[in-house]
Antibody, heavy 121, light 110 residues
Framework: EVQLLESGGGLVQPGGSLRLSCAAS????????MTWVRQAPGKGLEWLSA????????YYADSVKGRFTISRDNSKNTLFLQMHSLRAEDTAVYYC??????????????WGQGTLVTVSS | QSALTQPASVSGSPGQSITISCTGT?????????VSWYQQHPGKAPKLMIY???NRPSGVSNRFSGSKSGNTASLTISGLQAEDEADYYC??????????FGGGTKLTVL
C-alpha cells in the first residue's frame, strides 16, 4: 500500500524557518511528481508547490514563491519543503501528496496524514 | 489567482442525486482536461474521487461521476448515502503551470 508520512511540523516564531519532510513507501518514488498542499484551520485547500520525479522541474504558488523551496531525495524516497520567513498566515496543516508522472494530471493520490505548522510568538 | 468557484453548501436526502459545480476560466478549467475532485471528512486527509474531469480511481464508488462544460466542471453523486456527507473540493491545472483549488462545498445528507 502506498504510504506518505509527513514530519517536521511544529511551533515556530514569525520570521522563522522550518523544514518539512514526507517519507514515501511502496511505489517507485522517482517515477512520480510530488506535491505540497496546505489547509489553514477551518479553511479550504491551497496548493503550494510541486516537483517532477527527477527533481529537475519545480512549480510554486505565488503565495510562497521565493519563501518556500521544494526538493526531493530519490535515494531516500523523501520529499521536502523548506520554509523561510514564516508568517502567521502560514499556520496550517501541510500535506504531501503523490501526483501522476506529471503533477498536473491524474490528481493527487494518496495524501499523507498532514503535519501542523503553527507560526506564533 | 483566485480560487475556483464552488457553492458553499449543498444538501440532499438519502438516495437522491446532487451536483456540485466548479467554475473557473479559460485559463484553468476551460483550458485543460485536468480537473480533479476530492472528498474530505472532518479531521481527515483529502481523498481523490475523480481525476482528469471524469475518471474514477480504483476503489471509488461508481455513484461518483464528473463532467465538464466550458469553464464549469461538475461532480455528481447519485444514490446519496450518509457516508457521503463531507467537504468536496475541485482542482484544476492552470495556464501558469500552477494548480488551483475551489473554495470547497459542504455536502449535508438530510
Amino acid at each position: 500500500e502506498v504510504q506518505l508520512l509527513e514530519s517536521g511540523g511544529g511551533l515556530v516564531q514569525p520570521g522563522g524557518s522550518l523544514r518539512l519532510s514526507c517519507a514515501a513507501s511502496a511505489f517507485t518514488f522517482s517515477n512520480y511528481a510530488m506535491t505540497w498542499v496546505r489547509q489553514a484551520p477551518g479553511k479550504g485547500l491551497e496548493w503550494l508547490s510541486a516537483i517532477s520525479g527527477s527533481g529537475g522541474a519545480t512549480y510554486y504558488a505565488d503565495s510562497v514563491k521565493g519563501r518556500f523551496t521544494i526538493s526531493r531525495d530519490n535515494s531516500k524516497n523523501t520529499l521536502f519543503l523548506q520554509m523561510h520567513s514564516l508568517r502567521a498566515e502560514d499556520t496550517a496543516v501541510y500535506y504531501c501528496a503523490k501526483s501522476g508522472v506529471w503533477f498536473g494530471e491524474s490528481g493527487f493520490d494518496p495524501w499523507g496524514q498532514g503535519t501542523l505548522v503553527t507560526v506564533s510568538s | 489567482q483566485s480560487a475556483l468557484t464552488q457553492p458553499a453548501s449543498v444538501s440532499g436526502s438519502p438516495g437522491q442525486s446532487i451536483t456540485i459545480s466548479c467554475t473557473g476560466t479559460s485559463s484553468d478549467v476551460g483550458g485543460f482536461n485536468y480537473v480533479s475532485w476530492y472528498q474530505q471528512h472532518p479531521g481527515k486527509a483529502p481523498k481523490l474521487m475523480i481525476y482528469d474531469v471524469s475518471n474514477r480511481p480504483s476503489g471509488v464508488s461508481n455513484r461518483f461521476s464528473g463532467s465538464k462544460s466550458g469553464n464549469t466542471a461538475s461532480l455528481t453523486i447519485s444514490g446519496l448515502q450518509a457516508e457521503d456527507e463531507a467537504d468536496y473540493y475541485c482542482s484544476s491545472y492552470t495556464s501558469s503551470s500552477t494548480l488551483l483549488f475551489g473554495g470547497g462545498t459542504k455536502l449535508t445528507v438530510l
